[in-house]
């Protein structure tokens, strides 16, 4: 029996000529490339949208549709390829351009409040209601974690500031929680679990109390709160599947926020966290926006040294340095690698990048940092190694719209 023309078919199966399927797979090409321009909201397509878009690509082909059976299997083939090493590693770096309008999300990082016999940690409830009104003042608005997905992946035209407390530590509850509750200001509280209950420390029935309002998010803090960048990998990821098994017994689900212990963590256990939750905070100072890396969220900390009214007012107007990436990506330094060589790379476009300035604690005194300028690169060159148990570098720079800030952390074996 002869076999079927191509033609013959397409009029079996009902599908379009040849020359609107040419059509339609160049149209689909680029309106495919476009998309690469519209950075969060492509990635943001659920996967089967995102398989569509892939099977138009390849599929509306005529070669592809007119062929036997096999071309079909090659499609599939062409397709898995195309997507798991193609899609996955595009939507990493989608988001990587430079945006000339970003303000920024600013975090704010509190643990203890009226605790005055801490004060490395503790910020009298005074001033903290001095640091609301600061905000207001300034007419930012307080980003509802709810809604951080989206605020994070666009633009922020206008500042935002987002309260985080470490801890959950009896005084928040007692000092804060009433004037964050009559003023409805939310808020992301990070729990530590085995703390839970403990002298000093929130139980459970406050945390699910405060929880049921909807400007409150509570997130993780591990288990222990120990040094976990010192835990063997078994060790840490144990730690962090408590947690997380006692969130779903307490509170019925997993939370989407982490925040790292004293923000020290290794590359493996950075790793591991991108697995398990959306978003992670470490304690480097610095202005979020839509380029930083969600498992490296800049925070402010606020104590009694540094939450002092004239200091406050400074940083809560900071805007962000946007850059591409911070190598080296590992944060845990040995005796081999202290100083690391330090590389900061912007985008092409990006300006003033000679007008940056950096400053470190390496040799345990704050000193200010040698650079060397590169096109799109800055250099740190460190003349000391970095004392225990954490190693800080922070940069700024001044330009027309005001101070851009920010900074990152090395932790020491």
Known sequence: MALATDKEILRLVNLPGPRFTKILQI????????FKNFKSSFIKLSKFSLLFICLLVYDCSPAMITKTIFSLAASIIKFIIFYLFFLNAYADTVNKKYEPNEKGILALMYHRFEENKYPSTNIKINIFQKH???????????LN?????????KVSREKKILLTIDDAFSSFYLNAWPILKRDKIPFILFVSTESVGKNGYMNWNEIIEISKEDFVFIGNHSHSHEYLVKYEFKKFREDIIKSRNIFEENLGYNSKFFSYPFGEYSLEQKKYITENFDYAFGQHS???????DKYELPRFPINEKYGDLERFKFLINLLPVQYKI???EEKFLLKSNNPPDLIIEFFNDQPNINKINCFSNEGGEWKDSKLIYEKNKIKVIFTEKFLPRRGRINCSMQDKEGWRWFGTQFTLN
Do not use: W
């Open 145 to 153: 974690p709810k809604n951080f997905e989206l605020e994070f992946n």
């Open 132 to 142: 609301l009104d600061i905000i207001k003042e300034n007419n930012f608005s307080f």
């Open 27 to 34: 149209s689909v090409i680029l309106i495919f490339f476009i």
């Open 286 to 292: 610095g202005v979020i926006d839509l380029n930083k």
């Open 326 to 328: 911070i190598i080296p």
